[in-house]
């Protein structure tokens, strides 16, 4: 069983910078991919980022892309996002997520219960 919380969310002027982390409990955390969804108000969940298990692979979305970077320590069972140069239209609750494989689409196994980034114009 694996166990998502994250945390670091929060509000932030626009052009401000954020990192929120997900800690994670549970057997073969450190082998499995993990990834970023959000979802803002009234709209569907988003694909944001992703990592492979060995932290050499990584997949973002166009719009986060050179400003977003994913990264994960597996000694401390945690997933990071660094989110930089942060617009009103990033504002959503940020998902952390783990599964045994990458996908850009919402259906990987495991979910924390999110956290929510408010960036103000």
């Known amino acids: 069983q694996v166990q998502l919380v994250e945390s670091g969310g929060g509000l932030v002027q626009a052009g401000g910078s954020l990192r929120v982390s997900c800690t994670a409990s549970g057997r073969a955390f450190s082998t499995y991919p993990k990834g970023w969804f959000r979802q803002a108000p009234g709209k569907e969940r988003e694909f944001v980022a992703a990592?492979?298990?060995?932290?050499?692979?990584?997949m973002y979305a166009d719009s986060v892309k050179g400003r977003f970077t994913i990264s994960r320590d597996n000694a401390k069972n945690t997933l990071y996002l660094q989110m930089n140069s942060l617009k009103p239209e990033d504002t959503a609750v940020y998902y952390c997520?783990?599964?045994?494989?990458?996908?850009?689409?919402?259906?990987?196994?495991?979910w924390g219960k999110g956290t929510l980034v408010t960036v103000s114009s």
């Open positions: 997520v783990a599964d045994r494989a990458i996908s850009t689409t919402p259906d990987w196994d495991y």
């Open positions: 990592i492979s298990w060995s932290g050499g692979r990584t």
